[in-house]
């Protein structure tokens, strides 16, 4: 079971998650509060769908975060998943 976008939550309920799902944390620097399950040995996705790869994926390796490059449209080709 996944916590998606509720960084604000995201110390309280790591223990009851699986996993985080977060958009554009990077675009609106809200990344912090899901490192907690990068910590706890749990994974994050991360979606961006305004910056380049070059504006996140650094920090997405960095931190841990599985984060990749999408459109809006959430059926367009292709995504662009950072590279390590």
Same mark, same amino acid.
């Given at each position: 079971?996944?916590?998606?976008?509720?960084?604000s939550?995201? #110390?309280?309920?790591?223990?009851? %998650?699986?996993f985080? +799902?977060?958009?554009?944390?990077?675009?609106?620097?809200? @990344? $912090?509060?899901?490192?907690?399950?990068?910590?706890?040995? #749990?994974?994050?996705?991360?979606?961006? !769908?305004?910056? $380049?790869?070059?504006?996140? @994926?650094?920090?997405?390796?960095? +931190?841990? %975060?599985?984060? +990749?490059? #999408?459109? !809006?449209?959430?059926?367009?080709?292709p995504?662009?998943? @950072?590279?390590?």
């Amino acid at each position: 079971m996944a916590l998606k976008n509720d960084g604000s939550q995201a #110390k309280e309920l790591v223990d009851d %998650f699986d996993f985080a +799902i977060v958009e554009q944390c990077f675009q609106y620097e809200e @990344c $912090g509060p899901y490192r907690t399950f990068v910590e706890h040995h #749990k994974a994050v996705f991360e979606t961006e !769908y305004e910056l $380049g790869p070059g504006q996140f @994926c650094p920090e997405a390796n960095r +931190i841990n %975060f599985s984060a +990749i490059g #999408k459109s !809006y449209d959430l059926f367009a080709k292709p995504w662009r998943p @950072c590279q390590p």
